[in-house]
């Protein structure tokens, strides 16, 4: 460890990056870049805006180049698939790529959303495996959580949705989750009021993944009834910003304890890290400097 300064950028320093669009806003190139100082690795992260009509010219230009690895956000995460030579077993399951290392050449892509968000919890004390949960949400992000807690022993994942054009990959999540892995997982209409009372009644965890509650949708909750919340129930939402959403501040009024999308946004980034580095992110540090 150092004293956080950045290295000088010299002949030997690697690239790592982001392709996303739009990327101006993200948080990464800010956390990794702590992270890269603090562990005194020669390595630079930048953020570049990549749309849709330039991302196979640009992961080619990324392979040629030799860059270590990089981050895939909106609208990149699905498209990227098949311009990768391998994925990760939870990738392929997913169907979505967050991550991307570069051996040489050779582009193996991760998902490391739903490994962010169980790691997340577990440090806030709640392992739900053998356990039910009830995931409000079956788009990137709740897809990435439903399959990554399938995959750590979490016994029942009840998955409810809108029928919106989301509805048809949550459709599918619940079929890999059958046929991949011992978990049992269901999806209901958001507004089966009845069922998803009795889906949370079952449940030690009540998580969000939707973007209700930011940007245009702030002040939102996606909370179908507010009498499901009870005070030993713990309440996640993917969402940051804001820090506190209108369902997170619902759930503290009924004595719940929360977590907000940060602590996924951290351990999401921390594994890219270590897959990319071969070190462990230091997390807190990261945290503790990070606004
Ligand atoms: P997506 O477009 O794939 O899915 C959006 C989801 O929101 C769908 O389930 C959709 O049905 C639902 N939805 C939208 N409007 C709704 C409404 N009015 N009422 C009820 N449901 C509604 O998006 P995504 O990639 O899954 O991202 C979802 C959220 O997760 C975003 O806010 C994103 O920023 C956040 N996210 C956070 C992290 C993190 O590390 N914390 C990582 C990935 C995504």
Redesign the pocket.
Known sequence: MTDGQPRAITGHTELLGLIAYPIRHSMSPRMHNLALAKLDLDYAYLAFEVDSDALAESVAGLRALRVRGWNVS?PNKIAIIPLLDHLSPAAELVGACNTVVNDNGVLTGHVT?GT?YMTALRESGVDPAGKRITLI??????TAIAIQAALDGVAEIDIY??R?A?WSIGESTVEKIRTHTNARATLRE?DDVDAFRESVAGSVVLAN????G?GK?VG?S?LPALDVLRPDLFVSD???SPARTLFLEQAEAAGCATMN??G??LH?GAAAFELWTGQPMPVDYVRAHLF
């Not at 949400?137 to 709740?142: P, S, V």
């Open positions: 909106m959303d962010g949400g079956a788009g990137g992000a709740g949705n809108r919106d989301v958001l993944a939707t973007n209700v930011m949708l939102v996606p993917v969402v940051y999308g940060f996924m946004m999401q």
